[in-house]
T-cell receptor
Framework: GAGVSQSPSNKVTEKGKDVELRCDPISGHTALYWYRQRLGQGLEFLIYFQGNSAPDKSGLPSDRFSAERTGESVSTLTIQRTQQEDSAVYLC????????????FGSGTRLTVV | AQSVTQLDSQVPVFEEAPVELRCNYSSSVSVYLFWYVQYPNQGLQLLLKYLSGSTLVKGINGFEAEFNKSQTSFHLRKPSVHISDTAEYFCAVSYSGAGSYQLTFGKGTKLSVIP
């Protein structure tokens, strides 16, 4: 597609429920990233996928967070047993090969845990 | 670990006035530097980037930034702002070299242009 697409744009969930966030990157972009943006904070790196290489999961805050990507296409970020501190905007970005090309960001999913 | 400091969380400025948004990073090695802009309810958009070469980088919408290695700074400037420049601006840095895919972002500066 023309840009990075994320769905849903907004999600309200009850504490303890699982949520799944979706990211559809730009066609041909081999690199895909997930970031979290808490209110008043900078972006926090979560996970990075590059082609068929093993993902860098070093930014995932706990084992309740997981992400998958099939080849160079769609990625899903799953948060299990959501907590209130998980409330944030989750941003997905993709890039052609590497960071020196700059990221293209999606509009994000605003997650609110009540 | 890399860190990025944006000294001003909010910057109000009158329309057509100049503006400078400050960014300092911590590093003693080569870096790539970026400025992103986030308009309300939108994703981040790349304004400009420094990879190598000329220290003065020009970006979209009339913005420019200057890489100063000795001061580890990458301040963003515009000589005359418009109402449409009202947005949040993020400075970001990554290492240049192998594994340089991760960006470290500052906390952002909210630019408010006053008519």
């Amino acid at each position: 597609g023309a840009g990075v697409s994320q769905s849903p744009s907004n999600k309200v969930t009850e504490k303890g429920k699982d949520v799944e966030l979706r990211c559809d990157p730009i066609s041909g972009h081999t690199a895909l990233y997930w970031y979290r943006q808490r209110l008043g904070q900078g972006l926090e790196f979560l996970i990075y996928f590059q082609g068929n290489s093993a993902p860098d999961k070093s930014g995932l805050p706990s084992d309740r967070f997981s992400a998958e990507r099939t080849g160079e296409s769609v990625s899903t970020l799953t948060i299990q047993r959501t907590q209130q501190e998980d409330s944030a905007v989750y941003l997905c970005a993709s890039s052609l090969l590497g960071v020196d090309y700059g990221y293209t960001f999606g509009s994000g999913t605003r997650l609110t845990v009540v | 670990a890399q860190s990025v400091t944006q000294l001003d969380s909010q910057v109000p400025v009158f329309e057509e006035a100049p503006v400078e948004l400050r960014c300092n990073y911590s590093s003693s090695v080569s870096v790539y530097l970026f400025w992103y802009v986030q308009y309300p309810n939108q994703g981040l958009q790349l304004l400009l980037k420094y990879l190598s070469g000329s220290t003065l980088v020009k970006g979209i919408n009339g913005f420019e930034a200057e890489f100063n290695k000795s001061q580890t700074s990458f301040h963003l400037r515009k000589p005359s702002v418009h109402i449409s420049d009202t947005a949040e601006y993020f400075c970001a840095v990554s290492y240049s070299g192998a594994g340089s895919y991760q960006l470290t972002f500052g906390k952002g500066t909210k630019l408010s242009v006053i008519p």
